[in-house]
């Protein structure tokens, strides 16, 4: 079975300033990783996935996320942080090979405050 | 608007209803999921769609619970005998078919009070 942890349930970071959202996950055999944004009374948004290859992922609205799989991780970055990126952040995993298994784990979220 | 769509968006019924709801994939999308999402937590998956077929039920899906997608193209979840432990959000997702690291696309989602 696969999971994921974000261990902290919120993230405060001034405007402007690096953010970063942390995410560690569990698969047997190799992930698929994801990153989404949910706002408040909104479904998810799809910000950036990692298949294979390189290690550094960018994705939308100046997101990027580093993929570290000694420490089995997936920590989602953007360097300045604005406000409206204020929001609620989800990791997600999903093991290759499957065998069937077709859903997404989702870790609990993090809720992420840029303050101005 | 070509995104995934959900109806109602709230839904407020009393104990013991039955309720049910609707989602409308992007078009070319053949997998569908549902998960429900309750406060303080991500999604949890409760069921997956290739075309027409069922393919995947969570052990979450009890037998008060039935999905269909009948024609392959939009999908419907049904509760019956509502209890208020099913308050919750309702999401459906859709991808693409082939390879597993397509993304899938959520909808906004359906809001459920159960009284």
């Known amino acids: 079975a696969q999971s994921v942890a974000q261990p902290e349930d919120q993230v405060n970071v001034a405007e402007g300033n690096p953010l970063t959202v942390k995410c560690t996950y569990s698969?047997?055999?190799?992930?698929?990783l994801f990153w989404y944004v949910q706002y408040p009374n909104r479904g998810l948004q799809f910000l950036l996935k990692y298949i294979t290859g390189d290690n550094l992922v960018k994705g939308s609205y100046g997101f990027e996320a580093e993929f570290n799989k000694s420490q089995t991780s997936f920590h989602l970055k953007k360097p300045s942080a604005l406000v409206s990126d204020s929001a609620l952040y989800f990791c997600a995993v999903r093991a290759i090979p499957d065998y069937g298994n077709n859903r997404l784990a989702f870790g609990k979220g993090n809720q992420v405050v840029v303050i101005p | 608007d070509t995104g995934v769509s959900q109806d109602p968006r709230h839904k407020i019924t009393k104990r013991g209803q039955n309720v049910t709801f609707r989602c409308d994939p992007i078009?070319?999308?053949?997998?569908l999921y549902w998960y429900r999402q309750t406060l303080g937590q991500g999604p949890e998956f409760l069921t997956y769609?290739?075309?027409?077929?069922?393919?995947?039920k969570s052990r979450l899906l009890s037998d008060r619970f039935s999905a269909e997608r009948p024609k392959g193209s939009f999908s419907t979840l049904e509760i019956q005998r509502t209890e208020q432990g099913d308050s919750a959000m309702y999401l459906c997702?859709?991808?693409?078919?082939?390879?597993?690291?397509?993304?899938?696309?959520f909808g906004p989602g359906t809001r459920l009070t159960v009284l």
């Open positions: 078009s070319e999308h053949n997998r």
């Open positions: 769609f290739q075309n027409e077929a069922q393919l995947e």
């Open positions: 997702a859709s991808r693409v078919g082939g390879e597993g690291y397509n993304e899938q696309f």
């Open positions: 698969v047997s055999g190799n992930p698929y």
